[in-house]
């Protein structure tokens, strides 16, 4: 298969670049792979074609220096950067900076990242395509007294968003007048410290939703989606499962979701893989957008096992200048997958980190068991990442052959010598609320509460 690229450079670690490398290789593409000098003796540092070490730990001195990456880039003649997820990978300068050095970047342009990374401007340019978006303002609040009047249209409780936020952080639930002034003017000093810009807006506060991304990919002339993905288990905005299809989807929600994430791509003409992310209410059965992730989601593989589509070979060779070869007709879904992030972290402890070192591993198999991870016996968490060391995705041709193999899966899995979210995920499995399907972005809350109570 060719791929259009010789070489791509790596520019991230852990179980992402390890996927990574395995498709450049199965596509013939050279793997050069940065890291810093905590990552000098991981499993895909070792399995790269090449490893050139960029800096120590901190991240803000190897994985998010843009230079180093870019001059590694350059001095080994890479075709092109893929950012994996998180890191560098949203990040408009740094895309930009590769434009300039003529450096390749598996993603979209620096221009469509900005604008997507803007939720004002992505809500305006979902507006445009047909999109339906939350009630609220139409573009940035300036002042208390735009803010008062935004919420008067509005109703309370409202939420207030940083236009630059993401992943969970930036946002401020106001459930009265009376504190809207300060909430306001706290949110955006937070937004400013937190990302450089103080921009925020107002959006009604939907209570009882479910989280409903869909995934597209685009040569810049095709566009396809490869159906959705139900997110809703989640734990402080922070995805715990994952699962394709959604439990609750009717086909016609179903297929006017996939149309409107299609429009959207075309309205901003993007390119390669990304994740349109909607709410979806419960209670009236009506859908919005409310961001655009531009790079691969971490829950990826779930749309994998359903589709059969391998996501990151068809980044490759998009970036590689290759169009599409499939079609919308061609993409058959199939089977129900999901997914469980498998952190370093003890659920009985606030999920406090636990970092150490794997004494022991024992990896689940068998029939539909796919398990994503970098992580091997004699294996160093290091306390300076994020703390997902692994994602077991499960298939089965129902919602409920999924669950069961889910949880044989997690019982095979044994991961000694440091507490991980694998017991803890076989619990949120096991309990009668998520095998109804029937539940909301509270259910992790409300599952953490009645723990010990008859949680299962």
């Excluded at 399995?47 to 843009?66: E, F, K, M």
């Excluded at 989807?249 to 992310?277: F, H, P």
Aim: aromatic letters at 6%.
């Amino acid at each position: 298969m060719s791929a259009g690229l010789d070489s791509v450079l790596i520019a991230n670690r852990g179980e992402i670049a390890l996927r990574v490398i395995r498709a450049c290789r199965e596509l013939g593409i050279r793997s050069i792979l940065v890291h810093s000098e905590a990552d000098r003796d991981a499993l895909p540092t070792r399995l790269a074609d090449q490893a050139i070490c960029i800096g120590p730990a901190p991240v803000n001195l190897s994985y998010r220096n843009a230079t180093a990456v870019i001059s590694a880039a350059q001095a080994s003649g890479a075709d092109a950067i893929h950012p994996g997820y998180g890191f560098m990978s949203e990040n408009p300068d740094f895309v930009a900076q590769c434009e300039e050095e003529g450096v390749g970047f598996v993603g979209p342009s620096a221009e469509i990242i900005r604008r997507m990374g803007d939720k004002i401007e992505a809500k305006k340019i979902a507006r445009r395509a047909g999109v339906p978006t939350v009630p609220g303002s139409d573009g940035a609040i300036a002042d208390p007294d735009e803010a008062s009047r935004v919420a008067a249209e509005v109703g309370f409780p409202l939420l207030i968003k940083a236009a630059a936020g993401g992943g969970g952080r930036g946002l401020r639930v106001v459930e009265s007048a009376e504190t809207l002034a300060r909430d306001l003017a706290e949110i955006m000093a937070e937004a400013d410290v937190a990302f450089g810009d103080p921009s925020v807006y107002i959006e009604r506060y939907l209570t009882d939703i479910r989280h409903i991304e869909i995934q597209v990919i685009s040569d810049g002339s095709t566009t396809l989606h490869l159906g959705e993905r139900d997110c809703t288990a989640q734990r402080r905005n922070q995805k715990l499962v994952e699962e394709a299809p959604s439990p609750v989807l009717d086909a016609a929600t179903r297929e006017g979701l996939a149309r409107a994430a299609v429009a959207l791509c075309e309205e901003v003409g993007y390119v390669n893989a990304g994740t349109v992310e909607f709410v979806y209410d419960n209670v009236s059965g009506e859908y919005f957008f409310i961001e655009m992730n531009t790079r691969i989601q971490v829950e990826h593989p779930v749309t994998e096992m359903v589709s059969g589509i391998d996501l990151i070979k068809l980044q490759l060779q998009i970036a590689g200048g290759l169009p599409l070869t499939i079609r919308q007709e061609d993409v058959s879904l199939r089977g129900h997958a999901i997914e469980c992030r498998i952190n370093a972290e003890d659920a009985d402890r606030g999920f406090a980190p636990n970092p150490g070192t794997v004494r022991q591993l024992r990896v689940p198999g068998g029939f539909g068991v796919r398990l994503d991870s970098h992580i091997e016996q004699g294996s160093t968490i290091p306390p300076y990442y994020d703390s997902m060391i692994g994602k077991l995705i499960c298939w089965g041709q129902t919602r409920d052959e999924a669950i069961e193999r889910a949880l044989r899966a997690l019982g095979e899995l044994c991961i000694d010598g440091v507490v991980t979210t694998a017991d803890f995920h076989a619990e949120v499995l096991d309990s009668k609320q998520f095998r109804s399907g029937e539940f909301n972005t509270g259910f992790i809350a409300e599952f953490m509460e009645g723990r010990g109570n008859d949680a299962h």
